[in-house]
């Protein structure tokens, strides 16, 4: 009886130190992340033009965290496959730099929405679109499927009293 209650014992103080130990899963990108979102598009049909001429072969997969301060963290890996420009491979990049909501771009991918995440990673001097989605203070999953080997989802979380 008394090895049980050792066990037990000892068992419990094991999860209270895991407990305390344990990081908070949000704590890593701090407490300013006003919306997380992920996108995957991929564009693998050869012989579709939208694929071939136009956002070309391959794919980009990406997240980002857009903070209540007007910054952004990102994480995103592109792969082409016999790109005229690029040739074939991926290569990843991480980044960091300002956000503002501004009119989706035409070439933007067809969620149907009016505007998107724009993001500067030199300090405001040049602007691109994200390809995600923005919705104030809302969040909301988008997919697209353009045919054979043409698809594209997208997941944008809002984070309310940020």
């Not at 992920?38 to 693998?44: E, P, V």
């Amino acid at each position: 009886m008394r090895r049980k209650f050792v066990l037990l014992a000892a068992t419990a103080a094991s999860f209270v130190v895991v407990a305390v130990a344990a990081p908070v899963a949000g704590a890593d990108y701090g407490n300013k992340a006003q919306y997380q979102a992920a996108i995957s598009l991929n564009c693998d049909n050869k012989s579709a033009f939208f694929c071939t001429n136009v956002v070309g072969l391959g794919g980009v997969w990406a997240w980002f965290a857009f903070n209540n301060d007007g910054t952004f963290d990102s994480t995103e890996t592109f792969c082409a496959h016999n790109d005229p420009v690029f040739g074939s491979g991926a290569f990843h990049f991480n980044g960091d730099g300002i956000w503002e909501p501004r009119a989706a771009d035409p070439t933007a991918p067809p969620w149907g929405q009016t505007q998107d995440f724009w993001v500067s990673y030199d300090g405001g001097q040049t602007w691109q679109d994200s390809d995600v989605p923005y919705l104030a203070n809302q969040s909301k999953h988008y997919s697209f499927k353009g045919g054979p080997g043409i698809s594209a989802v997208a997941q944008v979380s809002y984070i309310p009293n940020r």
